[in-house]
T-cell receptor, first 114, second 113 residues
Framework: DTGVSQDPRHKITKRGQNVTFRCDPI?????LYWYRQTLGQGPEFLTY????????KSRLLSDRFSAERPKGSFSTLEIQRTEQGDSAMYLC????????????FGPGTRLTVL | GEDVEQSLFLSVREGDSSVINCTYT??????LYWYKQEPGAGLQLLTY?????DMKQDQRLTVLLNKKDKHLSLRIADTQTGDSAIYFC?????????????FGSGTRLQVQP
């Protein structure tokens, strides 16, 4: 499978715990995006990387959220001190530079904060 | 700012055509997209259109763009039960330098056999 992959697919955690999600983009894609989708809504943009550089961050990305892409390949999204409002599907997408209009999405990580 | 709106629900019979509608905020240079999401799955890019186009057809899918009314539609011909899913309209505005997609809330398409 050469699509975008995400791990884990599901995560249940208690309020106050830290969680980390991983995204592996399509291998030749140098742009990587994170979105969050809550129940009944469309995805909302969180942040994006070009290679290892984080170039844009949404207001939704509070101080408790941090994303990295250290080698310009896979990316991690960490949420510290999780809150119940963080419960959502976290989606990753990737694209080629110059082809941002073709963003391909992974299956997502569903986070449930109890 | 950017805003994309869609109706919430559409029910059709198998074999009929489905038309899903979307309105968006204006821009001189915009890409408009249709994504499909099946239960528990990520988003599948179905098609996209640039704002200098009026129509795009791809097999059973036809996208129509009315720039005057800022209205986008997706027509699915010969709708099948496998087309049952949530369909998201999305917009991006490359001229702003932003790479994010702005999504609507999605239209749930139910196909009755």
């Amino acid at each position: 499978d050469t699509g975008v992959s995400q791990d884990p697919r599901h995560k249940i955690t208690k309020r106050g715990q830290n969680v980390t999600f991983r995204c592996d983009p399509i291998s030749e894609h140098n742009r990587l995006y994170w979105y969050r989708q809550t129940l009944g809504q469309g995805p909302e943009f969180l942040t994006y990387f070009q290679n290892e550089a984080q170039l844009e961050k949404s207001r939704l990305l509070s101080d408790r959220f941090s994303a990295e892409r250290p080698k310009g390949s896979f990316s991690t999204l960490e949420i510290q001190r999780t809150e119940q409002g963080d419960s959502a599907m976290y989606l990753c997408a990737s694209s080629l530079e110059g082809l941002d209009h073709e963003q391909f999405f992974g299956p997502g990580t569903r986070l449930t904060v109890l | 700012g950017e805003d994309v709106e869609q109706s919430l629900f559409l029910s059709v019979r198998e074999g009929d055509s489905s038309v899903i509608n979307c309105t968006y905020t204006d821009s001189s240079s915009t890409y408009l997209y249709w994504y499909k999401q099946e239960p528990g799955a990520g988003l599948q890019l179905l098609t996209y259109i640039f704002s200098n186009m009026d129509m795009k057809q791809d097999q059973r899918l036809t996208v129509l763009l009315n720039k005057k009314d800022k209205h986008l539609s997706l027509r699915i011909a010969d709708t099948q039960t496998g087309d049952s899913a949530i369909y998201f309209c999305a917009e991006s505005i490359p001229d702003t330098g932003r790479r994010a997609l702005t999504f609507g809330s999605g239209t749930r398409l139910q196909v009755q056999p």
